[in-house]
């Protein structure tokens, strides 16, 4: 059994900065690649960040420049560093992440993680 916890959302004024991070924990083999998506009221779930096992990075156009995604692999975490934060930042974030587990080391499944809100307001 694998889990995803996020942590470290809350309240920021415009122009703060937050620190999310992801524990993954379970019968993990290996993490194949990590993300961070985010969802709005009324918006549908979106990309925000992006880490390969080689620690290659994408990011959505909208965050790119304040945000940075990171991993450390031998803790089974990401992390995304929001800076400059804006009011549209404000949504829940999500945690995934692409992993073979013990049990099948040659299946990828991807697990999500229960959201930490982020709240961009003054």
């Known amino acids: 059994q694998v889990r995803l916890v996020e942590s470290g959302g809350g309240l920021v004024q415009p122009g703060g900065s937050l620190r999310l991070s992801c524990a993954a924990s379970?019968?993990?083999?290996?993490?194949?690649?990590m993300d961070w998506y985010r969802q709005a009221p009324g918006n549908q779930r979106e990309l925000v960040a992006a880490?390969?096992?080689?620690?290659?990075?994408n990011y959505a156009d909208s965050v790119k420049g304040r945000f940075t995604i990171s991993r450390d692999n031998a803790k089974n975490m990401v992390y995304l560093q929001m800076n400059s934060l804006k009011p549209e930042d404000t949504a829940v974030y999500y945690c995934?992440?692409?992993?073979?587990?013990?049990?099948?080391?040659?299946?990828?499944?991807?697990?999500w993680g229960q959201g930490t809100q982020v709240t961009v307001s003054s």
């Open positions: 880490i390969t096992s080689k620690s290659i990075t």
């Open positions: 379970g019968s993990i083999f290996s993490l194949v690649a």
């Open positions: 995934n992440a692409y992993i073979r587990t013990v049990e099948s080391p040659n299946v990828t499944r991807t697990y």
